[in-house]
């Protein structure tokens, strides 16, 4: 099975930016819709956005359009998460996910282990 490693999460001040990246342990990332997922503390996991399979095609929660953006980096087989101006209601562990990817559900075949985000006030 295929393993997902986010990479880029941290603490920023609220306004700010971060990049996210999400890679696997294979081609997985080139082949499928990849879906961005987040939870905060004591919430249930929600849907942030995903981008299709061939990089045409982004939906986005209508909490983050507009700020963040999804693409595909193919030179080195990840898809990223630019997040702008963010909030502190951005504040959570971000996943990114693969399989059975259905905008505006938090269902997903396989995940990451999760990023943190962190933005102040």
């Known amino acids: 099975q295929v393993q997902l490693v986010e990479s880029g999460g941290g603490l920023v001040q609220a306004g700010g930016s971060l990049r996210l990246s999400c890679g696997a342990s294979?081609?997985?990332?080139?082949?499928?819709?990849v879906g961005w997922f987040r939870q905060a503390p004591g919430k249930e996991r929600e849907f942030v956005g995903l981008?299709?399979?061939?990089?045409?095609?982004?939906i986005y929660a209508d909490s983050v359009k507009g700020r963040f953006t999804i693409f595909r980096d193919t030179a080195v087989n990840t898809v990223t998460l630019q997040m702008n101006s963010l909030k502190p209601e951005d504040t959570a562990v971000y996943y990114c996910?693969?399989?059975?990817?259905?905008?505006?559900?938090?269902?997903?075949?396989?995940w990451g282990q999760g990023t943190q985000v962190t933005v102040s006030s």
């Open positions: 981008i299709s399979q061939n990089g045409l095609k982004t």
């Open positions: 996910a693969v399989g059975n990817i259905v905008a505006g559900l938090s269902t997903a075949r396989t």
């Open positions: 294979d081609n997985t990332l080139s082949t499928v819709t």
